[in-house]
């Protein structure tokens, strides 16, 4: 499936956010943030703190809680050591995920920190892909992953910080490998600050994957399930604010791509528990989200084109390089970018 932002900008590495703000002595807030409006040219430039200027009494925030896992586990082949980057839970006892750093097989077993061992059964969804089937199953083997794995950290953060740095505040379901970072910027102060000024909010669960296999090689969007729950409180509100003709605002990809999942099958939004593999461009009818909050995305990641089906894809490319242009962060650490249309109630 070809991506049409691939090669149309490059990001200077002095881009890539490398540090948490909190390292630092910032708060997680203290991040920029641009907003897009897509019925109207420009963009407006400010900092992440002033959200609560955006958004209107009645609108819908809608966030991932999923918690991040260590997903890094250092394994052994026999003599041979290898890393197991998790991707995502099939079964109780059973993970897909990457095998780096040596040759293996199917029917390989492998051993891992404090006792725990598992078995390669199979390939995973598409390549390179594994199936992993473990010693322990369940709340057990989570509890065992957070007792002996590390964080995921790519190659454009230089040193290893810790789990914590990787979650979201209001992270509570544990599943996630890479963290849902659009939500990381938000402490429950501005979150209060929000519900004071009569935004609502609410939350579902995906569990976010590997967004990135090493070696420029990037997941099939189509081949990339996720499994996702929207509680009934969740889909209670979306339906209220829809009726009122309020802004559904999601909070981060993975959560447009679980009520777009279900928008797909409804007119209205349904509780639901399930698996998406659900891929969002330029051609996709959005039916839920009205607007997005995101980071800011590499060229070649589907996040990207998911943005397209909220901005004309002209309009995101002027905002990226002039994002570029005014030195904004890229990533899970970096800056902020709002897409939203006007207040429906004004249409």
Not at 321 to 338: P, Q, T, V
Request: aromatic fraction near 10%; glycine fraction near 8%; charged fraction near 25%.
């Amino acid at each position: 499936m070809k991506n049409a932002f691939v090669h149309s900008f490059q990001i200077p590495d002095e881009l890539n956010a490398k540090i948490p703000k909190e390292v630092i002595g910032k708060n997680r807030e203290d991040v920029r943030l641009m907003v897009l409006n897509p019925d109207n040219e420009g963009s407006v430039h400010t900092q992440f703190n002033n959200i609560t200027q955006f958004v209107e009494k009645g609108d819908l925030l809608v966030f991932n809680n999923s918690r991040t896992i260590p997903a890094v586990l250092g394994a052994r082949r026999g003599n041979q050591a290898l890393e197991l980057r998790l991707s995502r839970k099939t079964t109780e006892c059973c993970w897909e995920g990457i095998l780096l750093g040596g040759l293996y097989q199917i029917g390989d077993e492998l051993k891992f920190h404090k006792g725990l061992t598992g078995k390669i059964t199979g390939l995973g969804s598409e390549p390179p892909l594994v199936k992993i089937e473990f010693s322990l199953k369940g709340s057990e083997l989570i509890d065992h992953i957070y007792r002996i794995g590390q964080p995921i950290r790519y190659e454009y953060i230089d040193s290893p910080w810790p789990l914590d740095s990787y979650q979201t505040a209001y992270a509570s379901v544990p599943g996630s490998v890479e963290m849902p970072s659009a939500g990381r910027a938000f402490s429950w102060g501005l979150m209060n600050k929000l519900k004071e000024k009569g935004v609502q909010l609410a939350f579902l669960s995906l569990h976010a994957g590997l967004s990135y296999y090493g070696n420029d090689h990037w997941p099939t969007p189509t081949e990339h399930p996720e499994e996702y729950v929207i509680p009934a409180e969740t889909a209670e509100l979306i339906n209220q604010t829809k009726q009122e003709n309020k802004r559904v605002i999601a909070v981060g990809t993975t959560v447009v791509r679980a009520l777009e999942t279900v928008g797909l099958e409804n007119e209205i939004m349904f509780p639901k528990k399930g698996i998406t593999n659900l891929y969002i461009d330029q051609s996709f009818s959005l039916k839920v989200a009205d607007g997005l909050l995101t980071g800011f995305h590499e060229p070649e990641a589907s996040h990207l084109a998911l943005l397209s089906a909220f901005v004309e894809e002209d309009k995101l490319l002027y905002a990226y390089r002039e994002a570029i242009k005014l030195g904004y962060y890229w990533h899970e650490f970096g800056d902020m970018n709002l897409i939203l249309r006007g207040n429906k109630s004004e249409d």
